[in-house]
């Protein structure tokens, strides 16, 4: 997998684009409402968001919620979360409510999107993102992470996770844009497109599931 730095150009890497059909079934889960969501703020700086801004009781209460209505997961099932402490809780109370035999792995490819200059701005910043997105999945103004950089480190965590491990369930717990963008990975289009697919609601789990063939 590709690192790149915020505000670095990213070319269109998506490591799934090759794969017609995957060894293990692959869940979307995002963070439940956190303190950051509450006060209305971006918050993406890993200094920031790896120690604080965690998640309020109502995200609590939705991480519960949700894992207790996750009966089609079994106790093998491996989560997979971002080491941001909003992620982290949510992950830890689903592990914890299905009783599941393996530790909460965490990885750096799963933290939210580095939003650059707008990060401890208020969130109305975000739909200025979305905007330069749909026009230019590599736009990366304001040291703004791009939406393929996203893509880029996302899809190549599922990648190594296929060659780790097989028939197994597995969880990735993150943020909401991270979550969107991976969706197109296995939708196999453009990151520029990732705020068309459904979004996901806070502590909400949805399978992934890869589009069959190479994209036209």
Known sequence: MTTFGPGHFCPI????????DLQNQYFAMRHGK???????LVISDPAIGTSAYGLTPEGQDQAATSAAAAVHLNTDTLIV??????????????????QLKH???????????YFGDYDQKPDQHYQEIWEQDRLDANWS???????????????????????EFQGRQIVLTAHGDVLQILQAAFQK???????????LSTAEIRELQLQAGKPM
């Open 103 to 113: 530790p909460v792995r965490l990885s750096v490819a799963l933290r939210e999107r």
């Open 34 to 40: 956190s303190e950051a969501n509450a006060a209305g």
């Open 141 to 163: 103004g304001h040291n703004v992470e791009s939406a393929y950089a996203v893509m880029d480190r996302s899809s190549g965590l599922v990648l190594a996770l296929e060659r």
């Open 13 to 20: 890497v998506n490591y799934l684009l090759d794969l017609s």
């Open 189 to 199: 289009v453009s990151a520029s497109a990732h705020r068309s697919l459904p979004h």
């Open 81 to 98: 979360s971002s080491d941001f402490l909003r992620a982290r809780q949510t992950a830890e109370i689903m592990h914890r409510q299905l």
